[in-house]
């Protein structure tokens, strides 16, 4: 897994164990084991959120857990050109390599540990697929692609897109040094991670060495969302059971516990999850393929302005 890693997480800034007398853990009120599909023309995807009420999720949408797949010469696939509008979209690869390019001009490589930010907002084209040297060698993919929905003020605004390199996520760590926290995006114990959030969240990769566990504080006015994304540990306060695809939703409190079990499998020497947390929008949702707007009439709009060519025309130079 070369999402970053560290030699010696003991160099790096400690997020204190929060005051237990004074904060209170939240506790795991479900926990979902997310059923796999297919994305775009063909790559394998867990669907992170299916069956998770919107109440529970918001202000996020949809996770697509995307591999970890190893692919034979050929195999790799991507996506065809498609609109989006109303939303974030934030694609952040852990092993290989997914090549974007978009009508507002934007376009690049994002691989081991790189995320890439798109606001989509009004309306945006884009492609998102392995280069093609990879296309022909094959190769590990892993990955995740989020959805950040935006309050209604903000589903029409320009869209935008930023590159965060590996080299400047947030890297933190518990008092031990047995946790690496990766902060992507937000803050965490008053550190802030490189992406520039439209809607307030916090995005953190966490990898747990065999046996370590870790309690760190947790915005209370956010939801706390703990995704499993490789090997085998807890999560909460009463700690609930945590593998590959299940993800935990937490209730109210301040902080949010993690133990890594003391044997991992021999494919994985870790155990790593992603925390996702934000401030609620309390909005109507209405959702349909590649819109997320508050209400039908609205969706109906996208559609029209995307057949009318007004979420932006595929570039001349295209991928
Ligand atoms: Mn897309």
Redesign the pocket.
């Known amino acids: 897994m070369p999402a970053v890693r560290v030699e010696d997480t003991l160099v790096l800034p400690r997020i204190e164990t929060p005051d237990p007398t004074l904060l209170v853990p939240r506790p795991v009120l479900g926990r979902s084991s997310a059923p796999q599909g297919m994305e775009g023309e063909g790559f394998p995807v867990r669907r992170a959120f299916a069956g998770i009420a919107t109440e529970y999720l918001d202000p996020f949408i949809h996770m697509d857990q995307m591999g970890e797949v190893h692919y034979g010469p050929g195999e790799p696939k991507g ?1 065809s050109w ?1 609109p ?1 509008r109303g939303f974030e ?1 934030v694609t952040y690869m852990i092993d290989g390599t997914f090549q974007h390019q978009d009508s507002i001009g934007g376009g690049g490589v994002i691989k081991d540990g790189a995320t890439q930010w798109m606001t989509a907002g009004s309306g945006i084209l ?1 492609i ?1 697929r392995p280069p093609e040297a990879l296309v022909i060698s094959g190769g590990l993919f892993h990955g995740f692609q989020l959805w950040v929905n935006l309050p209604s003020t903000k589903k029409m605004i320009s869209p935008r897109y930023q590159d965060i390199e590996a080299s400047q996520v947030t890297l933190l760590t518990s008092p031990d040094g047995g946790t690496l926290f990766r902060l992507i995006a937000g803050s965490l114990d008053g550190h802030d991670g490189p992406g520039i959030t439209q809607t307030p969240i916090t995005m953190v990769h966490a990898t747990l060495s065999p046996g370590a566990s870790a309690t760190i504080p947790w915005n209370p006015t956010y939801n706390a969302l703990v995704y499993g994304i490789s090997g085998d540990g807890a999560v909460g306060v009463d700690d609930v059971e945590l593998t590959t695809g299940h993800l935990a939703v937490l209730g109210e409190g301040d902080t949010i516990t993690l133990r890594a079990n003391e044997r991992q499998d021999e494919r994985h020497e870790a155990f790593d999850v992603l925390l996702l947390g934000g401030e609620p929008i309390g909005e109507p949702v209405a959702a349909y393929g ?1 819109f997320v707007m508050n209400t039908r009439d609205e969706l109906r709009q996208a559609f029209e302005d995307f057949q009318a060519g007004k979420l932006g025309t595929i570039p001349t130079d295209h991928i």
């Open positions: 996506t498609h989006h979209t884009h998102e590649p």
